[in-house]
């Protein structure tokens, strides 16, 4: 992830960092720093509920592309059927109120998220 991201700040130049702490497991490397061990290079999905609850922040406003796609594919004559419809559509809106929740916890800053945690918090649950 570390190229990705130096690429995307403009950073061609810099070589991979060679030393620090290297975590296998991101719940590991995101409590490390919650806890003030260091920063962390890592997916926006996987820190997402840490910003928004102010427990971590967005220190730069640098996105690298991800290397992983998604796609929503199905057999041509089910695109049209209403449970692949109903699932497309919840899939869609789910990321687009995740983005919008994103986005929302990085302009409003570490101390507005802290002080609306909890409502944040439910707003990320997905309903079943």
Known sequence: MAPIWFDAAGLTDWPEPKRGVL???SSNLLQAAIDGQGIA???RSLAMHEIAAGRLVRLFNVDG???WQYYFICPPHMLETARVK????WVFAEVGRFK???DQACEAGP???AASSAGTADALRVAP
């Open 23 to 25: 975590y296998q497991d």
């Open 41 to 43: 290079l890592t997916r």
């Open 65 to 67: 592309p991800s290397p």
């Open 86 to 89: 109903a699932f497309r559509d």
């Open 100 to 102: 919008l929740l994103f």
């Open 111 to 113: 101390a507005a998220n």
